[in-house]
C-alpha cells in the first residue's frame, strides 16, 4: 500500500536548488524543456539536472523517454554529464529523500527499467537499490556538487 502526503511541490523544489546554491552551484533553467514537477537545469561545471519530484511512498516515478534522450543529447553535444535526481517527499514535510542517477541503467539501479508507452517508469523497491537513498536534501546537494569539474 501506498502512503501519499501532500507537501508543496514548489517549495520542495526551492528547497532542492537552495540546498545547490548554498553549495556554490550557479544554474539557471531551461526553458521549453521539462515541466514544473520535473524541471531542467543546467549547472556550471556540472552539466544538466532534470528533476523528478514525488510524494507516494515507496518512490514512483515517471519521466518522459524522449525528454531523457533529448537531455542526454544535450549533455553528449555539449560534453557534459546529464545527472537525474529522484525526490521522495519526506513523510515529516522537511525536504525529500532521494537518489541520484547519472543514468538509468547503473548505480543505484538494480534492475532494468521499462518504458511503457513512452515514459520511464521507475518504483522504488523493483528499481532502486535502497541503500543507496540518500537521507536529506542537503546530503543530495553536496554530493552533487562534489561531481563539478
Known sequence: MNDHVDPDSAGLLQQYLTALRDRGAEMHRIDGLGSDDQPLFRIKGLGYLLVSMTQ????????????VDEVQQRADEEGVNAWFPLLIARRDGRGANGYILADFSSTPVKRD?????????????RHLDSLRLILSTEKQAELLMRKRT
Request: glycine letters at 8%.
Open 113 to 125: 527499467i521499462e518504458a511503457v508507452d513512452g515514459r520511464l517508469v521507475i518504483r522504488e523497491k
Open 56 to 67: 507516494e511512498f515507496p518512490g514512483l516515478w515517471q519521466i518522459d523517454q524522449t525528454l
